[in-house]
């Protein structure tokens, strides 16, 4: 059952929790370190991934919080945004088109975050993406925001002027898009299939709902300093900026990646 209280003792909160930008920094990384990334369940669901995306609180609560389990962008980040705005922060549901590895962003409604207005200012809070990505919240300015030897930026799209791009910088490598997005609130509604054709996907997720689902497991979680995600056998961990990328070929190598993420006994 959803609780603040429970909540705030899970991700290990004890400081303040007014609406300020420091109560947002510590909420953001202690969620990222402590309920990992992890569609395993959802990518049983197939193509049909995003009927799922208007969640049941509480049982998501009692899986992911209470439970110790791992969960994918729209079960993460609705948990963190009913945190939020119980806390009394201005909170938006974003979505956005991830880059793909030939550069093309994905759709519009790929990927669910939010946004969260404070003092006038609009910060990036995303704890439901594999990565690699920002621990702490990135403000909406073009201004190069340092953090955990990265540095990340919000952009206006260079070809079409309705987007903005957030960029990100690890050490040794060149500003690279990750995704893209409408500085728009969006509505759970813009999910749902047509009622008078049930059978048809809406073709503005098509392409990521056969995509995130797919046979691929992907899991990642954060530490203090960086990231570890794992796609199916490729492993990335960022660490202070800097990059390594294994394949983790041995069944105990990646048995014991799988333990870390999720923190299970080996």
């Not at 809070?125 to 930026?153: I, M, N």
């Not at 070809?159 to 500085?183: H, I, S």
């Not at 202070?240 to 923190?263: C, H, K, M, Q, W």
Request: hydrophobic share 40%.
């Amino acid at each position: 059952m959803y609780s603040i209280e429970s909540y705030l003792a899970r991700l290990g909160h004890t400081g303040p929790v007014d609406p300020t930008i420091e109560t947002l920094r510590s909420l953001h990384k202690k969620h990222l370190m402590t309920v990992p990334f992890d569609n395993s369940v959802n990518a049983e669901r197939g193509a049909y991934i995003w009927d799922f995306v208007e969640i049941d609180v509480d049982q998501a609560f009692d899986s992911l919080i209470t439970g110790g389990g791992g969960g994918t962008c729209f079960e993460l980040s609705a948990l963190f945004r009913r945190l939020l705005t119980d806390l009394g922060f201005r909170v938006d549901l974003l979505a956005a088109g991830v880059r793909g590895p030939d550069g093309s962003f994905g759709p519009d409604l790929e990927h669910l975050f939010n946004g969260v207005h404070i003092d006038g200012v609009v910060w990036l809070a995303d704890v439901g993406f594999a990565g690699p990505s920002f621990l702490e919240p990135v403000r909406v300015t073009a201004e190069p925001q340092e953090q955990y030897g990265c540095a990340y930026r919000v952009v206006p799209h260079t070809q079409d002027e309705r987007y903005l791009v957030l960029e990100r910088k690890a050490v040794g490598t060149d500003w690279q898009p990750v995704f893209r997005f409408k500085l728009q609130s969006r509505t759970l509604a813009e999910w749902q299939r047509d009622p008078t054709q049930p059978e048809v996907l809406n073709p503005e997720w098509n392409w990521a709902g056969e995509l995130v689902p797919s046979t691929t497991v992907i899991r990642a979680r954060a530490f203090d300093t960086g990231q570890i995600m794992l796609i199916g056998r490729r492993c990335l961990t960022v660490d202070n900026g800097r990059e390594e990328f294994r394949v983790l070929v041995r069944p105990e190598d990646y048995a014991a990646t799988v333990s870390t993420i999720l923190r299970q006994a080996v």
